[in-house]
């Protein structure tokens, strides 16, 4: 191997967390390569809402805001106001005291890929990794080129290559993998005229009583509408995309939404409590780092590629760059992740009795759920950011 294959990090994968990984390291000097397979910009199968621990991280990062973002068009849309309902009942419709925002993940991936480069990460794409060795820090791409870092990072996804490498049993993995639907509905097509109301509002519906362990979703954006369905489904596929038809049904769209609908692997209650060994760190979706209710994953992306990146500087000046990122994330990040699942099977538990014991919960605690997504309340024991926006609860 020549000495320009070899470098202080190489990451596979230039999402969320690939490319917040590599703007850290770049800017403190770091020798660093992304790899990704794809083209950028490229599309990625997602609902594209962004809470205030997302914005959050975004400007701590990037040192842009979500409203200056909106204003560059990086982000589409803005929503003051939420609903949840069950089916066609309505649970809770409030106002937000912290708007959710909503991007296009071709959009704004390409945004956090630049901001990667400019640092002076080297990007190479078409470039996909076929197999990682984790205790050399290298990795073969399909092509046969090999690179070696002195500490890897795989932030390759759900379907991470580089997480094949560890000691990690992959059916206890796919056991609690999601999966989810998608279809855009364009503002002029015809078919939104005839179709629920939901569909022509400027803030986001969610619903329960589609698909038992997870939810569907009518978000705004730009020029369309994102109409999705997400969790669990015992052995994927066809039950999914049934309920995904039904779903689609009840919102009055033609199955012509469904046939032209998109699937996508949704780590949902997966995460690995121990992403880290020998000289390689997971990040993000390959580390089933996704919030396991609401299926939230950009934020645990750039968060656990921005500690990724840390613990490798700390490897790079002699330190133990595993113990290092698992430091971060039992401090940040695996407690959320604990906190919500088990919220989450306490409420679609409580869903087996009907929509009942949810809406009272909602009647009762609607807005501390709010600030639970936002990040402004811990999922763990229910404390409060001191920093973050909004009223105290
Ligand atoms: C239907 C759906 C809706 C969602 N909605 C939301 C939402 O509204 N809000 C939210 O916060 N989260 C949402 N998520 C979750 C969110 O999309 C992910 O958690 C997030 O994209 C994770 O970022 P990542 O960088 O870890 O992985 P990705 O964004 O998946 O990026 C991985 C990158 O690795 C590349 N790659 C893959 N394999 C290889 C390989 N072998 N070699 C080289 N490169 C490779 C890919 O091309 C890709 O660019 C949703 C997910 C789904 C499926």
């Known amino acids: ?26 800017r403190a000097g770091a020798r660093v390569l992304l790899l990704d397979r794809a083209a950028f910009p490229r599309d990625k199968l997602c609902a594209g809402l962004l809470t205030w621990k997302t914005t959050d991280i975004v400007e701590r990062l990037y040192g842009s805001g979500a409203a200056t973002l909106l204003t560059q068009g990086i982000l589409e849309h803005r929503a003051d106001r939420y609903r949840i309902r069950h089916k066609a009942m309505t649970l809770a419709c409030q106002d937000l005291f912290f708007p959710f925002y909503f991007a296009s993940r071709r959009v704004l991936d390409a945004w956090f890929l630049d901001q990667a480069r400019q640092a002076g990460a080297t990007f190479r794409c078409g470039e996909a990794v ?10 073969v791409t399909q092509d046969g080129a090999r690179y070696q ?24 993995f796919a056991a ?42 009518v978000f705004p954006h730009g020029g369309h509408v994102v109409v999705g369905l997400g969790g669990i489904c015992p052995r994927q596929g066809g039950a999914m995309r049934r309920e995904f038809a039904a779903f689609l049904d009840f919102l009055g769209l033609p199955g012509s939404h469904v046939e032209r609908s998109k699937a ?3 780590p949902y209650g997966n995460f690995l409590t121990r992403p880290g060994h020998g000289k390689a760190l997971l990040a993000g979706d390959a580390a089933g780092l996704v919030e396991t209710l609401f299926g939230e994953g950009i934020y645990y992306a750039l968060r656990s590629g921005e500690l990724a990146a840390q613990a ?7 330190g133990d760059a595993c113990e290092s990122y698992m430091a971060g994330l039992r401090r940040d990040v695996l407690p959320e992740l604990s906190g919500s699942l088990r919220l989450r099977q306490a409420i679609f538990f409580s869903l087996r009795f009907g929509p ?19 990040g402004v309340r811990s999922y763990r024991w229910l404390r409060r950011r001191a920093d973050g926006p909004g009223r105290a609860g």
Not at 312 to 318: F, P
């Open 264 to 266: 996508h692997l949704l």
């Open 356 to 374: 009942f014991p949810l809406w009272v919960l909602l009647r009762l605690g609607g807005q501390r759920l709010v600030e639970m997504a936002h």
């Open 130 to 139: 076929a197999a990682a060795d984790i205790d050399r820090g290298e990795v």
């Open 176 to 217: 609690n993998m999601g999966l989810g639907l998608e279809c855009h509905v364009r503002h002029d097509d015809p078919d939104i005229l005839a179709a629920h109301p939901d569909l022509r509002e400027a803030f986001p519906t969610v619903y329960s009583g589609f698909v038992r362990t997870g939810y569907g979703w």
């Open 312 to 318: 490798v500087l700390a490897g790079l000046s002699g």
């Open 149 to 172: 870092g002195r500490f890897l990072i795989g932030a390759d996804g759900a379907a991470s290559v580089v997480r094949r490498a560890f000691p990690v049993r992959r059916e206890t």
């Open 1 to 26: 191997m020549t000495d320009d294959n070899r470098y202080d990090a190489v990451i596979a994968g230039a999402g969320p967390a690939g490319a917040a990984a590599a703007c850290v390291l770049a």
